[in-house]
């Protein structure tokens, strides 16, 4: 099975710096986990960096339970608007 490492390691980097920030802008891990169908301890260890070797199966399914283009999630730096982060409202400014 091919591995997210097979398009680059760099893109990889990219993937897992990706859905850090996605996490941190407050998904629910345990949420996307189930919707894409993998265990919550298997996807923190995607975003610890202790799963070295993450199938682009996985990956496609987790872009698609946060409904983020798997081009997106392995593009460096894209825009917050593009990984769904968007400012809450008591964070926005008028």
Same mark, same amino acid.
């Not at 990706?18 to 891990?29: D, E, K, P, S, T």
């Not at 698609?64 to 964070?91: G, M, Q, V, Y």
């Given at each position: 099975?091919?591995?997210?490492?097979?398009? =680059?390691?760099? !893109?990889?980097? /990219? $993937? !897992?710096?990706? #859905?850090?920030?996605? $996490? &941190? *802008? =407050? *998904?629910?891990? &345990?949420?996307? *986990?189930?919707?894409? =169908?993998?265990?919550?301890?298997? #996807?923190?260890?995607?975003?610890?960096? +202790?799963?070295? /070797?993450?199938?682009?199966?996985?990956?496609?399914? %987790? &872009? @698609?339970?946060?409904?983020?283009?798997?081009?997106? %999630?392995?593009?460096?730096?894209? &825009?917050?608007?593009?990984? !769904? @982060?968007?400012?809450? +409202?008591?964070?926005?400014?008028?």
């Amino acid at each position: 099975m091919a591995s997210i490492k097979d398009v =680059g390691l760099s !893109r990889a980097v /990219n $993937f !897992r710096e990706n #859905l850090r920030r996605v $996490f &941190a *802008a =407050g *998904a629910c891990q &345990a949420a996307v *986990a189930k919707d894409a =169908g993998i265990h919550a301890v298997h #996807l923190a260890k995607i975003l610890n960096g +202790k799963a070295p /070797n993450v199938t682009l199966e996985t990956a496609e399914s %987790l &872009a @698609i339970a946060l409904e983020i283009p798997l081009e997106t %999630l392995l593009t460096k730096s894209p &825009a917050d608007a593009d990984l !769904r @982060i968007f400012p809450r +409202k008591s964070e926005s400014v008028a």
